[in-house]
């Protein structure tokens, strides 16, 4: 399996880029996880619904299945901040890629989605896990960089770029142990 992660501010197109993608990628024939990093508390359970009531009840984990699909809802008894390879973990071993969205300060190779528009700061200048830089206004970069830079409105390009390099995204989990 095959490992990035996309990281930049609010706003900054993180998102977008990753939903494109991922149909990219699966024309290719790869198969595609993502790992998203929500701040806020969320739900995609909904009142009335059998699993929200189990887990009204008490469960401590719900997997909900059909024959096309597959939810896993785990309530956590006190608040807990699972690392990204503890999430990476819970995937199916059979994934070619997985596309790490937010986590912009996890210990793995990363491509940092900068705007110029967005007046933020540049992560690159000072991560070193940043591999890449995709970004709409490249001369506008605030230090000049040896790393790649890829154009944000090109999502073929940047899956072609991933895809070319791609050996040296292998995730090896004994390395997180």
Known sequence: MK???????SGSGKTTLVEALIPIL???????SVI???HHRFDIDHPGKD???????GAFE????SDIR?????EF??????????LIAELYDGVDWVLVEGFKDADLPKIEVWRSTSQKPARYIHDDFVVAIATDSPDQLPDATQRPVLDLNDPSAVADWLMANGERFAYQSDNYA
Do not use: D, M, N, W
């Open 3 to 9: 490992v990035i992660g996309f990281a930049g501010f």
């Open 70 to 74: 597959l939810a896993l809802l785990r």
């Open 36 to 38: 998203k990093h929500a």
């Open 26 to 32: 699966r024309l290719a024939g790869l198969r595609v």
């Open 77 to 86: 008894e006190q608040p807990t901040q699972l690392s990204v390879h503890q």
């Open 51 to 57: 699993t929200f009531r189990h887990r009204e009840a």
């Open 62 to 65: 719900i997997v909900v299945a």
